[in-house]
């Protein structure tokens, strides 16, 4: 089990918060005190491998909640193609890398990553979801790894996608998401599938991914356009105020 501190959770959420990561390996009795009999953390999150509910059942008496499946996804790129049903669009839509990002962030904070769990979760405020995702975006943008790039249909901007470089052969498409009013418009697959052109024009071979249960037509996409699954961690998570 690793314990990562997450001191940035205190600027976008106000909270203390801290992950623990469970492994594959990990027997109950590994479960840490500070999870039983007191921690310093206003808010924990535990991510426990898939299959592993002797530890889900064990956290629940511990007043933990689940909260979400993560799904770590991966694609090869050199079988990269956009499904047919899809092409007839892709005349209409194109996509620009951007320097002034502020737009962006600020699209974020505005609250479009609606099945975010932080988003979901009564105890925090809506808009605390999208403070925190622009927070993240530009911390990986200043990180000098991470580029930011619009979806345009015709000359309207339409939603935006973030790319990081792994390493020479592997990308992270970090974070995609259509702008207000187009997420009805049947646009999703460009947002997702950009990441993955731009990447293989790079000469990427692989690009990962994470997302949620909570949002299953963007689990259904990234399967449709060639994603696998890799790796699923259930996600328990506990307020202590």
């Not at 491998?49 to 059942?57: E, F, S």
């Not at 005349?91 to 951007?98: G, R, S, T, V």
Request: glycine letters at 6%.
């Amino acid at each position: 089990m690793i314990k990562i501190e997450q001191p940035w959770e205190k600027r976008n959420l106000g909270v203390r918060s801290a992950e623990y990561r469970f492994e594959s390996n990990d027997a109950t009795g590994d479960i840490p005190k500070e999870l039983t009999e007191g921690t310093p953390y206003d808010y924990i999150q535990c991510r426990i491998p898939a299959g592993r509910m002797d530890l889900v059942y064990c956290l629940q008496k511990e007043q933990f909640r689940f909260a979400e499946t993560s799904l770590d996804l991966s694609a090869d790129l050199r079988r990269l193609q956009l499904p047919k049903i899809y092409q007839t669009f892709e005349k209409e839509l194109d996509y620009y890398k951007i320097d002034d990002r502020e737009a962006v962030y600020e699209r974020i904070r505005q609250g479009i990553f609606d099945t975010d769990r932080i988003y979901l979760d009564p105890a925090f405020q809506k808009e605390q979801s999208g403070i925190r995702y622009a927070n993240w975006c530009r911390q990986e943008v200043e990180a000098g790894t991470t580029q930011v790039y619009e979806v345009f249909c015709k000359e309207n901007k339409i939603g935006f996608f973030a790319l990081k470089e792994h390493s020479a052969k592997e990308a992270d498409s970090l974070l995609a998401g259509l702008y207000e009013k187009q997420t009805a418009m049947g646009w999703g697959f460009a947002v997702l599938y950009y990441p993955m052109l731009q990447a293989k024009l790079e000469g990427k071979r692989r690009i990962v991914t994470t997302v949620s249960s909570n949002n299953p037509d963007s689990v259904r996409m990234h399967l449709r356009l060639g994603y696998e699954i890799r790796n699923l961690n259930y996600i328990l998570i506990r307020h202590n105020r």
